[in-house]
């Protein structure tokens, strides 16, 4: 379990001059790679995890499982480490918290839509469920709101990511991720919700983590691209010594 100051610490890593760049890994020795590089904090994606794990991501990965991918990274690194923990495999909010409590988590993301209807939650039901997580983690958890809205093709999907940052913001949420948000409209909903905006980045394109924080983002997260990254030069390895 993380210290009581550990969250605290986290939190505050959210509000400097600089953006937060949290590389995103999926084991213990991608997350020694990354904190040894000198990163302050990590994220686990959960499609990383799924992969590894053997498993399709949007919540096919078993909770345990899950869980216990969290515990090996958070324990094999000494940085703070938050957790992507997709809409919390159907647990309870209690349990949700213990379960990353124990793993040694110091925040998570929870998504707003369901992935096997595709579709967002009704926003109200969301904050109202994100209360309940905030409330069971009582300051020892940053939660990171993911709102899908753009992934989910809103009709104005500006709007209705301002509506559920707000709805989050007063749920206790500690950041909003609008993913795959537009760059131009990260300051907008950083200045419209109040919270910490977290932004997508994929790195080798344009813009990046310095250019985001530019733009309003106060977090840069990379999703399941370092993954792929590293998988796609491993593919080329195994053919490399396939063929002599």
């Not at 959960?46 to 090996?72: C, H, I, K, N, Q």
């Not at 993911?146 to 093709?153: A, F, M, N, Q």
């Not at 131009?184 to 344009?206: D, F, I, K, Q, R």
């Amino acid at each position: 379990m993380p210290a009581p100051d550990a969250a605290e610490g986290f939190r505050a890593l959210h509000h400097g001059p600089e953006p937060l760049v949290l590389p995103n890994v999926w084991d213990a020795a991608s997350a020694r790679a990354f904190a040894g590089a000198g990163f302050p904090a990590l994220a686990t994606s959960s499609s990383a995890v799924a992969a590894v794990l053997g498993y399709a991501d949007g919540e096919a990965t078993p909770a345990d499982e899950m869980f216990a991918a969290v515990a090996r990274i958070a324990r094999s690194v000494d940085v703070p480490v938050t957790a992507d923990v997709e809409r919390g495999y159907g647990l309870a909010p209690k349990e949700i918290v213990r379960r990353l409590l124990d793993a040694g988590a110091v925040g998570c993301n929870l998504e707003d839509s369901d992935p096997a209807a595709r579709e967002t939650v009704d926003p109200r039901r969301q904050a109202e469920w994100l209360a309940e997580v905030c409330a069971e983690a009582d300051g020892r958890l940053l939660v990171n709101a993911r709102v899908d809205t753009y992934l989910r093709g809103a009709p104005d999907p500006l709007a209705a990511a301002v509506e559920r940052g707000r709805l989050y913001a007063a749920a206790g949420a500690g950041c909003l991720y609008p993913i795959f948000a537009p760059p131009e409209h990260l300051a907008v909903l950083a200045a419209e919700t109040g919270l910490p905006v977290n932004a997508l980045c994929v790195p080798g394109t344009s813009p990046t983590p310095a250019e985001l924080g530019a733009l309003g983002a106060s977090r840069v997260t990379f999703g399941g691209s370092l993954h792929a990254r590293a998988s796609a030069g491993l593919t080329a390895l195994a053919a490399e010594l396939r063929t002599g």
